[in-house]
């Protein structure tokens, strides 16, 4: 059994999709990121980055005591390695699928973050004119991208479905808030539809973690708390000896 310490964020769906694809039995705990559980000493222990999402295997295939991982791109490299789906081991296609995963990891999710973060700025923060254009146009060019790539393939890393889809679906999903044009890129957009159209994706970017809270029911105290916890943040200082 899986333990996903979750909050329903594509860097989370991302792995509810391969889980439902994979139809393994897998048990979600709420991480509530806005409220700040992801700075809990407890989530500390199995997601030292202070960022959901983590996972915990009670049945490693080693035999072992439970087993930890964070990073959303290395839990699905574990999941599909562990299950045998999804992740070829051939080395060629091995890697084919790695390094668009990598590629996830490293581009789409860090720019397409960075730029719906800047187009949140409240103008009493000063002119954010040139980080929202420079984030606008990263996330243009992934689109062309991942439009290049498919125009000769149906799936990312190539004839077959893999991971490489799964991590990078969720970012997607927003197409329309992040100024997309879908049928500027038209290879994207069949595979986005296709994608889109597959049950256990479905399935996954439906996964919630418990009632969505109502902002109204917040005090000013605790709006200001989740202020300091969550923006401007600065190293931990390390455990005492």
């Not at 769906?13 to 694809?21: A, D």
């Amino acid at each position: 059994m899986y333990d996903l310490h979750y909050w329903p964020t594509p860097n989370g769906k991302k792995v509810t999709i391969l889980l439902e694809e994979l139809g393994v039995p897998y048990n979600v705990v709420p991480v509530n990121i806005g409220r700040g559980d992801q700075f809990t000493d407890g989530f500390l222990k199995i997601g030292p980055n202070n960022r959901m999402p983590a996972l915990v295997d009670h049945a490693p295939a080693d035999g072992g005591e439970p087993l930890a991982v964070f990073e959303s791109g290395a839990i699905m490299l574990y999941i599909a390695e562990k299950e045998g789906r999804f992740w070829p081991q051939e080395i060629r296609a091995k890697y084919e699928v790695l390094q668009w995963v990598i590629w996830q990891m490293a581009n789409q999710g860090p720019k397409t973050g960075e730029r719906g973060h800047f187009s949140r700025v409240p103008e009493s923060a000063g002119d954010q004119s040139y980080a929202q254009r420079r984030f606008n146009d990263e996330v243009h060019r992934l689109y062309g991208v991942l439009n290049n790539r498919l125009y000769d393939r149906p799936w990312i890393a190539g004839d077959e479905y893999s991971i490489a889809d799964m991590i990078s679906y969720p970012w997607t999903a927003g197409w329309k808030l992040q100024g997309i044009d879908l049928d500027e890129f038209k290879y994207f957009k069949r595979w986005f539809e296709a994608m889109s159209a597959r049950p256990g994706v479905e399935r996954g970017m439906a996964v919630t973690a418990g009632p969505a809270e109502d902002p109204s029911t917040l005090t000013p105290e605790e709006m200001e708390r989740r202020r300091k916890l969550l923006y401007n943040q600065r190293a931990r200082p390390a455990p005492a000896s």
